[in-house]
């Protein structure tokens, strides 16, 4: 499939990267690839093992299945794409076939994180947020869609994602070609990431 775009959005999490992937998607006609979606099964231990596991670093991600469905997509070939259950913290049994786009956005912690994925970028995008406001909207969005409690995202804020947001995401900042601000006005952002997207080549309507 020739003339496909890749667009990459990485950033912490609450940053507000899935907002402006979706909205970029929308406007694009797009289909956006969630890197939350390649955790790796874990089937085999029980939920309480499961529930020590620090999702918040690289290596919890299936990273060379993603590489591999994006390469499939950008050759013009459907992937059935993986589906997390964050309430289980493990993939459910099924997935999701997704057909090949013109432009793919590839949204997550990790999107900038893997070099063999950044190359198969056109342009990146870092979405860059405060810490406060990450764990506002980390807080509420774990409590409304996946089933936790203030405690526990507490914890793992304070014990696992912070730590890993400043040792693993926020370096790959060194990888984007435009950075923008979760936490400003949103139409300004959404404008400034149309720009540059624009910009780094034709955009597909």
């Not at 909205?23 to 529930?51: C, I, K, N, S």
């Not at 997390?84 to 432009?103: K, N």
């Not at 997550?108 to 995008?125: C, D, K, M, R, V």
């Amino acid at each position: 499939m020739s003339g496909v775009r890749v667009i990459g959005i990485g950033g912490g999490t609450g940053s507000g990267k899935s907002t402006i992937a979706d909205a970029l998607a929308q406007h694009l006609g797009a289909v956006v690839v969630r890197v939350d979606d390649y955790y790796h099964p874990l089937d085999h231990m029980t939920f309480e093992e499961r529930e020590k596991v620090n999702f918040d670093a690289p290596c919890s991600i299936d990273h060379e299945l993603l590489h591999t469905h994006l390469k499939q997509l950008i050759a013009g070939e459907p992937v059935d794409r993986p589906s997390y259950d964050f309430s289980r913290h493990t993939r459910f049994v099924f997935g999701e076939q997704v057909a090949p786009h013109p432009v793919i956005i590839v949204e997550g912690l990790f999107a900038l994180h893997w070099p063999e994925i950044n190359q198969l970028y056109q342009t990146s995008i870092f979405v860059e947020a405060p810490r406060d406001v990450r764990f506002a909207r980390r807080l509420q969005r774990d409590i409304e869609q996946r089933g936790r409690d203030a405690a526990e995202v507490t914890f793992r804020f304070n014990s696992h994602v912070n730590p890993m947001h400043d040792l693993h995401v926020q370096p790959t900042i060194h990888h984007a070609d435009l950075v923008v601000y979760g936490d400003h006005d949103f139409d300004a952002t959404f404008e400034s990431a149309m720009s540059h997207v624009a910009a780094s080549g034709p955009v597909v309507r």
